[in-house]
């Protein structure tokens, strides 16, 4: 089974932010990933619009070819801008002020009164709802209770570490992986892979979609994002 890449296209928009000007063009960004193989795009319309922004998102979903996944958090302004837009998916994420990026899962089985009502009016609306989460049975159990069709595992944690511990975490992340599956949810997973660590991930034969971003835009600036893209994407076949 083919696994599938999204490209996350956030930290384009982190440098055209810098210096407050219209370059680089994230969308532009997320042309060039398409032609060079990658299967999805995704965004992350943060509260404070730290990167990504509300135009990004209109220009995204009227100009790509391929499915836009927006991340974003559990409030009612994002649900509204979700089901204006009406991205191919969305995927609910934990979102905090003072992190440097989105640190840790979703506590699904904590938030679910929150929760239930995004998932019911996202899949209500034909937007595959997916729940960034940690990889752990409580948490898929959750996610089966409300109804989400799709799991993105975190893999962060995994990324950070080395050695005996990286490969427990990997175990746990191929252990969740199967429990989803078996529950009939489609597995996902992100965060912090690269070309050295993203092997053991993309053999765990249930994990159907990979979104990876901020690697891919720090290598392009020494290879070009679609060399980026097309290397990664041959790493994760040959994993297959």
Do not use: W, Y
């Given at each position: 089974m083919t696994l599938r890449l999204g490209v996350n296209?956030?930290?384009?928009?982190?440098?055209?932010n810098a210096r407050g000007t219209a370059y680089p063009d994230p969308v532009r960004a997320a042309l060039i990933a398409a032609d060079a193989g990658a299967d999805g795009i995704t965004a992350h319309l943060r509260e404070d619009r730290r990167h990504?922004?509300?135009?990004?998102?209109?220009?995204?979903?009227?100009?790509l070819t391929i499915p836009l996944n927006l991340e974003m958090a559990a409030?009612?302004?994002?649900?509204?801008?979700?089901?204006?837009?009406?991205?191919?998916?969305?995927?609910?994420?934990?979102?905090?002020?003072?992190?440097?990026?989105t640190e840790g899962g979703l506590d699904?089985?904590?938030?679910?009164?929150?929760?239930?009502?995004?998932?019911?009016?996202l899949g209500a609306a034909r937007i595959?709802?997916?729940?960034?989460?940690?990889?752990d049975p409580r948490q898929i159990e959750a996610a089966l209770r409300l109804g989400a069709p799709v799991v993105e595992l975190h893999t962060g944690r995994y990324a950070e570490l080395e050695g005996e511990a990286q490969a427990a975490e990997l175990r746990r992340l191929a252990d969740a992986a199967a429990l989803a599956a078996k529950n009939g949810i489609e597995v996902h997973a992100g965060h912090g892979l690269t070309y050295d660590n993203v092997a053991p991930i993309a053999a765990i034969p249930q994990i159907r979609e990979l979104n990876i971003g901020h690697f891919l835009v720090g290598e392009a600036m020494f290879v070009g994002l679609g060399e980026a893209v097309r290397t990664m994407r041959a790493a994760m076949d040959s994993a297959r």
């Open positions: 296209i956030d930290h384009v928009a982190t440098v055209r990504i922004t509300d135009d990004d998102i209109a220009r995204l979903a009227a100009e409030t009612d302004e994002m649900l509204a801008i979700a089901l204006r837009h009406r991205p191919h998916a969305a995927c609910i994420v934990p979102e905090k002020r003072e992190e440097r990026t699904a089985a904590g938030q679910h009164n929150q929760l239930q009502h995004l998932v019911g009016e595959r709802v997916s729940l960034f989460i940690e990889p």
